[in-house]
T-cell receptor, first 114, second 115 residues
């Protein structure tokens, strides 16, 4: 069975600095999709970035980028130039092609310090 | 486009009472999900619908939880009777039938407190 692990329950970063959130997963599949979702306090979960496993190029969305290491089954999220609005819970998620089922990690709470 | 709508946003009940949550997915989205998110944890899938049929309800406590999706659009999730451990945020999400990623779009959630 697939599992997603986020080993950092909480992280802190100074405003304007860079922070990396870790995510590892376990799967026997060769093709799959990976996602990072952001859940601000009392607000709904939104998609930050996504990656297809067969694409070697790391996905980038403005200040957000991933470091996808397929062999290591690692999918970390880098946030550059951190802003106060980046403070939230961040969830890593896995989806196998042909299914619509997501498997979420336990989340990392990111605090941004002014 | 309008997002996923959920109501109510908050609900407080006593144990052994019943409660129902409503979800309206994004128009045209074939797949609808209900998740339970206990404080400090990631969302756990309770049930997944494809149109109005159930695809996966393996983690739904069927002795007390039920869900339906009439006409493949709106959905309701019911708990009867509620237990203290049901206190959580109940998230509804939907995803389109087509597209490479079939990413999920989440509603604001319903925060349930069982006293």
């Amino acid at each position: 069975a697939q599992t997603v692990t986020q080993s950092q329950p909480e992280m802190s970063v100074q405003e304007a600095e860079t922070v990396t959130l870790s995510c590892t997963y376990d799967t026997s599949e060769s093709d799959y999709y990976l996602f990072w979702y952001k859940q601000p306090p009392s607000r709904q979960m939104i998609l930050v970035i996504r990656q297809e496993a067969y694409k070697q190029q790391n996905a980038t969305e403005n200040r957000f980028s991933v470091n996808f290491q397929k062999a290591a089954k690692s999918f970390s999220l880098k946030i550059s130039d951190s802003q106060l609005g980046d403070a939230a819970m961040y969830f890593c998620a896995y989806r196998r092609p042909g299914t619509y089922k997501y498997i979420f990690g336990t989340g990392t709470r990111l605090k941004v310090l002014a | 486009e309008a997002g996923v709508a959920q109501s109510p946003r908050y609900k407080i009940i006593e144990k052994r009472q019943s409660v129902a949550f409503w979800c309206n997915p994004i128009s045209g989205h074939a797949t609808l999900y209900w998740y339970q998110q206990i404080l400090g944890q990631g969302p756990k899938l309770l049930i997944q619908f494809q149109n109005n049929g159930v695809v996966d309800d393996s983690q739904l406590p069927k002795d007390r939880f039920s869900a339906e999706r009439l006409k493949g659009v709106d959905s309701t999730l019911k708990i009867q009777p509620a237990k203290l451990e049901d206190s959580a945020v109940y998230l509804c999400a939907s995803s389109p039938r087509t597209g490479t990623y079939n990413e999920q779009f989440f509603g604001p959630g319903t925060r349930l407190t069982v006293l």
